[in-house]
């Protein structure tokens, strides 16, 4: 993989810079619920303010409006920031989205963010896959660089693409067999097994099919209706009771998953084994996590969610990377090329 050239080249002494990160976080009663994102920033803007440059700006998206809407300002964010990294140089510009031309890669609007800039720094790895004006026309307008995030996560990732150590294990969970198929078509060749728990598994029961053998789940905690305190029982995967719903793997798909993943040596997951989220439905995805956990070997975790139930289990220290992406992760490994790191020169 050709590497985009890094901010640690450019000359930044005196200079403005713009700064797209993705400071895209879960809100909750207008908090940020987890910074896991602004933290993962901080080290470009360091380097950005040790090297001495006169400006910051740093600009993001914030879910998903359709347009300038109070629920997604970008302040509870750029407050976070400002606790982590205080500096008078740094601000932060509002939510992204709210500008009309950000989402169709407008060039004017990219114009109206460059405007005053001397150069432009993509560390918004989420975000890469996105052609937006902020992630990819700026970069045509000013002399763009890669942030250290962006690097590593593209240095990470891209040793699934390479030479491997195997057992290469893949597991896959989460929802929308569809926006993964293509991650598990071309990296599912190279896995020496293909692990398919969660809603995944649940659509492939319902008919969804994959092109190369996967293991499924053989019981799963099926549930009376989508619902923390459903009534609850344990159901093999292929007799989940008429209407009822699988919410998690049962305990004997738990066991073989965890004994598949510890024998691995390169282990890549992304999306949890159930609604994690409800304490009854998450022993699977706790299960998945301790087994990738305990490898000793390469282990990749990505998608919001999975990373999510990582960090929850304080676990996130013991896998060898940890993505800030989720859509962006899987295209780089569908073997897509992401129009955010294209547009940036090569290295
Ligand atoms: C993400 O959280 O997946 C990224 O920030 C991209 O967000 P998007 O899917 O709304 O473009
Ligand atoms: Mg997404």
Not at 1 to 8: D, F
Not at 111 to 128: H, I, K, Q, T
Not at 250 to 256: L, M, T, V, Y
Not at 298 to 323: H, M, N, P
């Amino acid at each position: 993989m050709t590497l985009p050239r890094s901010v640690e080249t450019a000359e930044v002494a005196g200079k403005r810079v713009l700064v797209r990160a993705d400071l895209n976080v879960p809100l909750e009663d207008g908090r940020v619920a987890d910074e896991t994102r602004i933290r993962a920033a901080l080290p470009t803007l360091e380097l950005l303010l040790e090297r001495g440059a006169e400006e910051i700006a740093v600009c993001s998206h914030l879910g998903r409006p359709k347009g300038p809407d109070p629920a997604f300002a970008i302040a509870p964010v750029a407050e976070r920031l400002a606790v982590l990294l205080p500096d008078e140089r740094l601000r932060v510009l509002e939510n992204t989205r709210f500008l009309p031309g950000e989402t169709v890669n407008d060039p004017e609007t990219a114009r109206s963010l460059a405007e005053g800039m001397d150069l432009y720094v993509n560390d918004a790895f989420g975000s890469a896959h996105r052609a937006h004006a902020s992630t990819e026309a700026v970069a045509h307008l000013l002399p763009a660089y890669a942030g250290l995030l962006l690097l590593a996560e593209l240095e990470h990732l891209g040793r699934l693409l390479g030479d491997i150590a195997r057992p290469f294990v893949l597991v896959a969970g989460g929802a929308k067999v569809e926006d993964k198929l293509g991650v598990l078509e071309n990296l599912g060749d190279r896995a020496d097994t293909v692990i398919i728990g969660g809603k995944m598994a649940e659509e492939i029961r319902e008919g969804a099919r994959l092109p190369f053998p996967v293991e499924l789940p053989t019981d799963v905690v099926a549930a009376a209706s989508f619902d923390a305190d459903a009534e609850s029982r344990i159901a093999p995967y292929d007799a989940v009771p008429d209407g009822w719903l699988g919410l998690d793997i049962g305990p004997e798909s738990r066991a073989r998953f965890g004994e598949l993943i510890r024998g691995a040596r390169t282990v890549f997951w992304n999306g949890p084994m159930g609604v994690f989220e409800w304490e009854r439905f998450a022993e699977g995805t706790k299960a998945v996590a301790e087994a990738v956990a305990a490898v000793e070997g390469y282990t990749v975790v990505g998608g919001g969610d999975s990373v999510r139930a990582i960090a929850e289990l304080k676990l996130d220290d013991d896998v060898s990377w940890v993505s800030t992406g989720g859509g962006a992760s899987l295209e780089l490994l569908e073997g897509k090329l992401l129009p955010g790191v294209a547009a940036i020169p090569a290295a």
